[in-house]
């Protein structure tokens, strides 16, 4: 390549990094000028990762939540932290949508495991044979295919009326598993459909979120490396002590796993 050939290159190639990094700060600066309200259930609340902020009560907040670290991080000119352990979509249309206006830059959900009955899919899948936990996660899936679209879409709509210049960032769930190693606990094939149920629902997600205009951010590439079984878990697997933490991401899963995807979405 001769010189000025070379010289034009390095400098087009330059000014289109200094272009996505600029695009990338003025759509946070945006974010955080408008306010951001996290909505959601437990994933987005922070069940598991500890140090629940006392007046959230049963919603069990955590401020080693993903919504919380972003909160602090950016410090936008309003933050209503509203999602709560357990929730559902109707409990996201019923209870959550307050913080939302017209100045909303940016919202974060993630909402619909609880609708597909994610605990009792992982309550059967524990307690019982391999072939009880795949009649579940079928009937999960089902649901997924043929109910959640709806609801999410009841959902999707109602954020989008009450904040209509707000970036939605839709966010969804890990797999559990790593597979193909020796690890105590459940079969290979109950991970396995656990894990097929987890893209299967993300996949759900992601296609209504596209639908409404939505940017729906992927967990499943950072939570690679750190599934229960890993060696390396950023997920609680069974814990028979305090089992509503049970899969859910540990503070290093919200931060390392959670946060930058927001971050990079938002």
Not at 48 to 65: L, M
Not at 79 to 98: E, I, K, R, Y
Not at 103 to 119: E, H, K, P, R
Request: glycine share 10%.
């Amino acid at each position: 390549m001769r010189r000025s050939r070379l010289t034009a290159y390095l400098i087009s190639t330059l000014l289109a990094v200094g272009f996505a990094l600029t695009g990338a700060a003025t759509a946070q600066a945006s974010a955080a000028a408008g306010g951001y309200v996290a909505l959601g259930d437990s994933y987005s609340s922070g069940v598991g990762a500890g140090s629940y902020i006392s007046s959230s009560g049963s919603c069990n907040r955590s401020t080693n939540a993903y919504p919380y670290l972003w909160n602090a991080a950016h410090a936008p000119a309003s933050f209503a932290f509203n999602a709560c352990s357990g929730a559902t979509t109707d409990d996201v249309l019923a209870n959550q949508l307050g913080s939302l206006n017209s100045a909303t830059g940016l919202v974060s959900i993630s909402i619909g495991g609880n609708d597909a009955g994610f605990a009792d899919v992982m309550t059967t899948c524990v307690l019982n044979s391999d072939s009880t936990c795949l009649s579940r996660i079928n009937t999960a899936r089902s649901y997924v295919a043929s109910t959640l679209p709806g609801k999410l879409d009841a959902v999707y709509s109602a954020i989008r009326s009450k904040a209509p210049s707000a970036r939605v960032v839709v966010i969804g769930y890990p797999r559990f598993y790593k597979l193909g190693t020796t690890c105590i606990g459940l079969s290979e094939t109950k991970r396995s459909a656990i894990n097929d149920a987890a893209d299967y629902m993300d996949n759900a997600i992601a296609q209504r979120a596209a639908a409404h205009g939505f940017v729906f951010g992927d967990v499943r590439t950072t939570f690679g490396g750190h599934e229960i079984c890993s060696g390396n878990s950023w997920l609680h697997s069974v814990n028979w002590l305090d089992i509503g933490t049970s899969y859910h991401p540990t503070a290093a899963g919200q931060s390392g796993g959670y946060l930058p995807v927001l971050t990079n979405n938002a």
